[in-house]
Each structure stands twice: as C-alpha cells, then as structure tokens.
C-alpha cells in the first residue's frame, strides 16, 4: 500500500509559522519531513503502507521593484529576506529524500502594495486617518498561477495510473474537490490536512477522512 503526501506550500508555510513560529530554511524544511512522517506513521498502525513521495506545490518568491505608496520609494524584493529564505527552503527541499518541487509561477505584472483590510476600516470609521499609517499597515499582494492546477493534474495522474493507493493532501481551501471526487472514483483513500484550520461542512463529503497529524501544536485551531 502506497500513499502519496500533496502539500499545497503557500498555505503550509503560513500554517507553520502561525503554529510553530518563525524557522530557518533548514528547520523548516526537516519539520516538513517530520510533519509528513507522523501522517506515514499513523497510517502504517493501520496496514502495511510505505511512502510514494511528498508533492511540494509552490511559486518562486516575489524578485522585482514594487514602488511603496508611503514610502514613496521602490522596494526590490531580490534583497528582501523573504527572497533569500524561500530560496534557500526550496533548496532543502530538493535536498530531501523522496520530495518533489512542484513550482508554478508568479502573476507578478500588477504586485502591489495595499493598505491592510483592519486599517482601510479604521480610515473609513474615522478611527485612523490617512498621517497617521505606518509601514507595516501596508501589505504586498500578487496572484500565484499554476499551484492548483497542477495539485489537481498530479491527483489526477496518481490516480489513473494506479500508482498509489492513498493520497494525503496538507490544504485548507476547497480548489481540491474535483480532483478529489475523481480520486475517490477511482478507488483512492482521500485525506485532508488543514492543520487545525477551520474547513467549510460541505468539504466532508469529498473526502474519506480530516486528519491534522501532529499533536504538539502550540496554537488552537483557527480558521
């Protein structure tokens, strides 16, 4: 018996770093590892079961001159820390025994900085006004291309070809369901990972089983 672990990586390193705080690359990376090994491991209390491979589903971090708004200045992303750590957790990854990179790409033509939803709020309620906004009231946004779709052609390979006999997705929104619904046609044991977030009751029925693995968590679940 053969599982594959799929982990859609934008929502892992963010559900990582609310539940275990900030890590190294290196760090970051060997929890990964662990986290889908506790998955293997309760699995194998069960049947004799053995690792396929772990999907890591990913886009390349933001490399470009985005102009600040309050700043008034441009802030090169190829300098920022967030570029340098990414890159280096995408280097441990390819390190790991028995891991896939996955890497779409990054819509970066129209990233921008916004103000955060909570202050936008506090200016029109008149709690905040406009002198009164800081740096870190503002947030970069741009759109990844190509992560969901390739979770799904993945899903959708595995499954036709018979090359495993469970699939373990570490997610938290619900862009999975028609692959999931396809996997289960084809006989696939389906488990979802929202690492103790919040999932929507209609998501039950697509799947064969809700399981966040690891038991140490130092935050409750949220959504």
């Not at 936008?120 to 709690?127: A, F, R």
Request: charged share 30%; proline share 3%.
């Amino acid at each position: 018996m053969r599982t594959a672990i799929l982990v859609d990586g934008g929502f892992y390193r963010k559900r990582a770093k609310y539940l275990w705080g900030k890590k190294t690359p290196e760090k970051r990376a060997a929890e990964l590892w662990a986290y889908c090994s506790a998955h293997l491991k309760h699995e194998q209390k069960f049947d004799d079961r053995s690792l396929y491979r772990i999907f890591y589903y990913d886009c390349p971090p933001l490399g470009k001159t985005v102009y600040h708004p309050l700043l008034q200045r441009g802030i090169d992303f190829r300098h920022s820390e967030t570029f340098s750590w990414t890159e280096k957790f995408f280097d441990e990854l390819r390190k790991q025994r028995k891991v896939a990179l996955r890497l779409g790409e990054l819509s970066d033509d129209y990233a921008a900085f916004t103000i955060n939803p909570a202050v936008i709020k506090d200016l029109c309620s008149g709690k905040t006004k406009l002198s009164d906004l800081k740096e870190e009231d503002f947030s970069i946004n741009f759109k990844q291309k190509g992560v969901d779709m390739r979770i799904g052609l993945d899903i959708a390979s595995l499954a036709y070809k018979k090359q495993i006999d469970q699939i373990i997705l570490i997610a938290g929104d619900s862009d999975f369901v028609p692959a999931a619904k396809l996997a289960r046609r084809e006989g696939i044991d389906f488990i979802l990972d929202p690492m103790w977030a919040t999932i929507k009751e209609n998501l039950f029925e697509h799947i064969d089983g809700l399981m966040s693995q690891w038991g140490n968590r130092s935050k409750k679940q949220t959504t």
